[in-house]
């Protein structure tokens, strides 16, 4: 199995321009999640999905920040506009069944964001 | 917010065993420890769950108390890649089922 699939890996881009970021979960898994880490907030979880529907996105900071996953297999998270503060490694996840008491999350490698 | 209280950092000698603590003491009887770990730059990896009775695998040990408010994670014979953040975590239930909230965790440095 290929694993938790994310790109670009690494990412500059100046502040205002739009980012996405893409995720490919791995097969078979009904549940994703995007995490934000940065040295001074840790890992943060934005949103997760179950069958492809977003079911908490409590933790989105702003709505500058988007999330969809228009199918089993792929996820978008965009930024837009973005600014510095939102430089951080950005993390996909995918698990099995999130929704049940049991469920390990298999993560990608991330990717890091650098907003200049 | 996360369930867990762990030391922020701990030493271990290459070859002994790591012993990493975790306080969770309003934990509820369905919800289960989870161990993650997350080398430098890299994603989480997941490690170990376990419910009430202890657990082992290739990876580790789980220990949990009778009384299930805390765990240790135990390392049998650390070596200098298991130089890591290791993450305790008990799921947090929301709408829609189980949430994963990594809280600080412990910075585990292994030394030769």
């Known amino acids: 199995d290929a694993g938790v699939i994310q790109s670009p890996r690494h990412e500059v881009t100046e502040m205002g321009q739009e980012v996405t970021l893409r995720c490919k979960p791995i097969s078979g898994h009904n549940s994703l999640f995007w995490y934000r880490q940065t040295m001074m907030r840790g890992l943060e979880l934005l949103i997760y999905f179950n069958n492809n529907v977003p079911i908490d996105d409590s933790g989105m900071p702003e709505d500058r920040f988007s999330a969809k996953m228009p199918n089993a297999s792929f996820s978008t998270l965009k930024i837009q506009p973005s600014e510095p503060r939102d430089s951080a490694v950005y993390f996909c996840?995918?698990?099995?069944?999130?929704?049940?008491?049991?469920?390990?999350?298999?993560f990608g490698e991330g990717s890091r964001l650098t907003v200049l | 917010d996360a369930k867990t209280t762990q030391p922020p950092s701990m030493d271990c000698a290459e070859g002994r065993a790591a012993n990493l603590p975790c306080n969770h003491s309003t934990i509820s009887g369905n919800e289960y420890v989870y161990w993650y770990r997350q080398i430098h730059s890299q994603g989480p990896q997941y490690i170990i769950h376990?419910?009430?009775n202890n657990e082992t695998n290739e990876m580790a040990s789980l220990i949990i108390t009778e009384d299930r408010k805390s765990s240790t994670l135990i390392l049998p014979h650390a070596t200098l890649r298991d130089t890591a953040v290791y993450y305790c975590?008990?799921?947090?239930?929301?709408?829609?089922?189980?949430?994963?909230?990594f809280g600080a965790g412990t910075r585990l440095f292994v030394k030769a």
């Open positions: 975590i008990v799921r947090v239930e929301g709408t829609g089922g189980f949430k994963t909230i």
């Open positions: 376990g419910l009430k």
């Open positions: 996840a995918s698990s099995r069944l999130a929704g049940g008491p049991t469920g390990e999350l298999f």
